[in-house]
């Protein structure tokens, strides 16, 4: 565990080691050397989990529809306290499936980071020390009344985070049409 100081404000923070899946490719395929430097070194993405159902379905989506091989998904969960070895390993277990998942489904490198704070400001804080080319994020499916009383976390990185687009993805429910 590490504690880093930026903007006088500390907080504190576990990497997670997960599994090293991806073997070491000796050379680049001569398909490779034709293409683009961005689309050669990949880009960082970031996602922003959970334990929820919209949380997996955010970072199914992102899988799907933004990420490509070469890039690296940056997975961010935001806890209470990163002190507490039963929350950590509860994390550690999630992180772990979702890079497993992600290299069986698009051989994407995963990092993994358990942060403790707000969800909100620790996902801005996190885009800002990555600088990613995107943030994704899924909705907590709550209604209108419900996130202006408690707040949103999605709206909250849409206002103030500032170092990357930010993509919140609705939750497969928001798709589904009722039919009389």
Aim: a negative charge.
């Amino acid at each position: 565990m590490e504690t880093v100081e930026e903007d006088v404000e500390e907080y504190s923070w576990r990497e997670v080691v997960l599994p090293h899946l991806v073997p070491v490719v000796p050379d680049a395929p001569p398909e490779l050397e034709r293409e683009t430097g961005e689309r050669r070194r990949g880009r960082d993405l970031l996602v922003a989990v959970d334990f929820g159902p919209n949380s997996k379905h955010a970072f199914d989506w992102a899988l799907a529809h933004i990420a490509r091989i070469a890039d690296t998904v940056h997975l961010v969960h935001a806890v209470s306290s990163v002190h507490n070895d039963i929350v950590y390993e509860k994390s550690r277990e999630l992180m772990e499936d979702l890079a497993i998942e992600a290299f069986k489904t698009l051989l994407v490198r995963t990092k993994a980071r358990i942060v403790e704070g707000d969800a909100g400001k620790v996902i801005c804080r996190e885009a800002d020390r990555l600088k990613p080319a995107a943030v994704i994020l899924g909705t907590r499916g709550r209604g209108l009344i419900q996130s202006v009383l408690q707040g949103s976390v999605s709206e909250y990185c849409f206002h103030n985070c500032k170092a990357a687009p930010i993509i919140i993805v609705p939750g497969k429910e928001a798709g589904e049409q009722s039919v009389l």
